[in-house]
C-alpha cells in the first residue's frame, strides 16, 4: 500500500508565569508568600527573575535558586525542551516595620528563542488585622427568675503569615526525625516526618 512521509513542526518557543500573593493582606513583621506557575515549551533555556519588593526583606526562596542582594534567579531549564514543561518556584518575603500601602511584586520569564519575555506581577496590602468583639443580651430588663442569655459575635479582618515552611529541604524516606517549628500560640512544637518512600507524612507533637 501507499505510505507517505511527513514532518510535523514543533510549538513555537514560548513560556508563561502567573504569580500570586499567598494571601491578600499582611501586617508589619509579618510574612508575604508570592508563588510563581510556570510553564515553557521548545526552548533551549529557562529563567525566571524577580527582585525583593520594596519596603520587605528577604527571607527565602524555593526551590533552588540564587540570591544577590535583592535580585533573586531561578536557572530552571538548560537543554531541549521539545514538550511543555511546568512547575512552581516561590519567594518569601517579612514586611519591614513601617511599611504602609500596596506590595507589589513582579516577575519575569525568559525562554531562549521565544518572541519576548514573558511578566506577571502580584501584590498585597500591609494592613494590621483586627478582631472585633460585640456582645448583647437577650433582654434589657428581666423579672426576677428569669434568664438571660449573653451573645458575644465577633469578626476577624485581614490576615497575616506568621510562620512558612515549604519542606524542600526534605526528601522522603531519608529523614526521619522531619523538622520542628513552633507552630500556634502555645509555641508546641510540631514535627512533620516523612514515612518510608510511599509519599506519606506523619505529624507529631514534642
Not at 525568559?110 to 500591609?126: D, L
Not at 529541604?169 to 526525625?177: K, M
Amino acid at each position: 500500500s501507499d505510505h507517505f512521509d511527513f514532518t510535523l513542526p514543533l510549538p513555537p518557543a514560548g513560556c508563561s508565569i502567573t504569580k500570586a500573593a499567598e494571601g491578600a493582606t499582611a501586617a508589619p513583621n509579618g510574612f508575604i508568600l508570592f508563588a510563581i506557575n510556570y510553564s515553557f515549551v521548545n526552548t533551549t533555556n529557562f529563567t525566571i527573575t524577580d527582585t525583593v519588593p520594596p519596603g520587605t526583606s528577604f527571607v527565602t526562596i524555593g526551590p533552588s535558586g540564587t540570591q544577590v542582594g535583592s535580585n533573586i534567579t531561578w536557572n530552571l531549564y538548560s537543554g531541549a525542551a521539545t514538550t511543555q514543561q511546568s512547575g512552581q518556584v516561590w519567594l518569601l518575603v517579612s514586611v519591614n516595620p513601617g511599611t504602609t500601602g500596596t506590595v507589589t511584586n513582579s516577575a519575569v520569564g525568559t525562554a531562549s528563542g521565544a518572541a519576548a519575555p514573558v511578566t506577571s506581577t502580584a501584590s498585597s496590602v500591609v494592613s494590621i488585622p483586627q478582631l472585633n468583639l460585640i456582645k448583647s443580651e437577650s433582654s434589657p430588663s428581666l423579672a426576677s427568675g428569669q434568664n438571660v442569655t449573653y451573645t458575644l459575635d465577633w469578626t476577624a479582618t485581614g490576615q497575616n503569615l506568621q510562620l512558612y515552611d515549604s519542606y524542600d529541604n526534605i526528601s522522603v524516606g531519608s529523614n526521619t526525625s522531619g523538622s520542628a517549628v513552633p507552630w500556634g500560640f502555645d509555641g508546641t512544637n510540631y514535627t512533620i516526618a516523612p514515612v518510608g518512600d510511599n509519599g506519606n507524612w506523619t505529624i507529631g507533637t514534642d
